[in-house]
């Protein structure tokens, strides 16, 4: 891989949390997975909001609500124009990936019926399986698991044998969180298309990292949180297709979202707001459009690369640790290392590496399932952003070497 290209000590001028210590140490911050920081360019955007144009949007004459409304609405171009959506109305405003993806099983209880199939893949965050256990229970349907092998990829044998006439949704993620896998999406649209089945890709943890083109990969559904890409919590997206969202019936009922509201009958607005149902995150949605164009003013290609190295670095350097397991492809992934040092509790390794300063992710990552294949109650979780370094990556290995000693 050729070197980067990437600026990083300039980048991290961007990160104002990156200057803090944690436990009188400089913060390494590992847990990117989990949630991404917020640089300078889209911080100044949230406060510009509440300094200058707060105000609700789609609903007044006056100025402030003129403003606010046109930045939302640009934001949620930035959005299409960035997933490459066919229409701007394809993409939902929502609180994230979790409200995304059960505003999807929702609608489908209206179609579905009993002894329908829908398929999950093994490799799934809760959030992509509790919502269709529960479409499963109001409808009938049944779950059926595409399994996964010890490398943690998808078995696709065992998926073409689970499709089937009778598939009528499919759901996978674009990059697992817990393993950092990067699943062969297109394959499985195609595949789950040629049964007639719709696909919904959780795309929250490939987002931060590759652009997805939605029209190229044909996808149904695809969801996304903003603060897992230099954006606020509490927002995110959904796309869907046109077709598919005049189809799924509202999921929540309230203002901005009516045509005509009688007490005998509502009728519903036009897309995306019958699916935006309340006062929206106005200011974290048009955040959300900042930092999508402080990541495209980086560079993809580049993040892509640069966390490629760092993921190289790290997995070498984790390796060579007497004692330490990696779960997960080899690869063809993320930038997430997930492991084990025999002996040890991750929690424990966890805790140590705190007071050094150092945060990463321990336990389940909410993927009960996979910890359960692997017969392990948890891993330690490393994810790497574009502004991490290899010299944090080394004070790291440095750490797990003192929680060994300490714990050993
Ligand atoms: N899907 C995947 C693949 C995820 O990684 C997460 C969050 C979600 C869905 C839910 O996203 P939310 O923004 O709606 O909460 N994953 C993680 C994680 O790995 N550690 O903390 C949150």
């Known amino acids: 891989m050729a070197n980067t290209t990437l600026d990083i000590q300039t980048i991290r001028k ?104 829908i398929l999950v893949s093994a490799l799934e965050h809760h959030s992509n399986i509790v919502p269709w256990q529960m479409l499963c229970e109001r409808t009938g349907a049944v779950l059926k698991v595409i399994p996964m092998s010890l490398d943690g990829e998808l078995i696709m044998t065992e998926f073409y044998k689970l499709l089937s006439s009778k598939t009528k949704l499919v759901f996978c993620n674009h990059v697992s969180n817990a393993l950092g896998t990067i699943n062969p999406i297109k394959e499985i649209i195609d595949a789950a298309h040629n049964v007639g089945a719709a696909v919904l890709i959780d795309g929250a943890q490939a987002a931060p990292h590759r652009k997805a083109d939605v029209q190229a990969l044909n996808v149904d559904f695809y969801t996304v949180s903003a603060h897992k890409m230099c954006g606020p919590t509490g927002v995110g997206m959904l796309y869907g297709k046109e077709e598919w969202l005049k189809k799924l019936p509202p999921y929540q009922g309230g203002g901005e979202m009516i045509a005509e509201v009688t007490f005998e009958k509502t009728t519903y607005a036009d897309l995306p707001h019958k699916f935006e149902a309340g006062t929206p ?50 690869q063809h992934k993320a930038s997430v290392i997930s492991f084990n040092i025999e002996g040890i509790h991750p929690y424990d390794i966890g805790s140590i590496l705190d007071k050094l300063g150092i945060a990463v992710r321990t336990g389940h990552h909410c993927t009960q399932p996979i910890m359960d294949f692997y017969q392990i109650p948890g891993t330690v979780r490393a994810s790497f952003s574009f502004y991490n370094t290899k010299e944090e990556i080394d004070v790291l290995v440095a750490g797990i070497e003192r929680a060994k000693t300490m714990l050993l």
């Not at 939302?72 to 930035?78: I, L």
């Not at 974290?284 to 760092?310: C, Q, T, V």
């Open 14 to 117: 961007d990160f104002p949390i990156l200057n803090r210590e944690v436990n009188g140490k400089p913060l390494v911050y590992f847990d990117n997975a989990a949630t991404s920081q917020t640089p300078q360019q889209v911080i100044d955007v949230i406060v510009a909001y509440y300094q200058n144009y707060n105000a609700n949007i789609h609903r007044g004459v006056h100025t402030l609500s003129q403003e606010a409304t046109d930045a939302y609405e640009q934001a949620r171009k930035k959005i299409q124009n960035h997933f490459n959506a066919a229409k701007a109305h394809e993409i939902l405003f929502t609180s994230g990936t979790t409200h995304s993806i059960n505003l999807v099983a929702n609608g489908f209880a209206t179609i579905l019926e009993k002894g329908d199939e």
């Open 281 to 330: 995150n106005i200011c974290g949605g048009i955040a959300f459009g900042a930092a999508i164009d402080y990541m495209n003013s980086i560079g993809f290609d580049a993040i892509a690369a640069y966390e490629h190295e760092l993921l190289t670095y790290g997995t070498e350097k984790l390796l060579a640790i007497d004692g330490l397991k990696i779960y997960g492809p080899k």
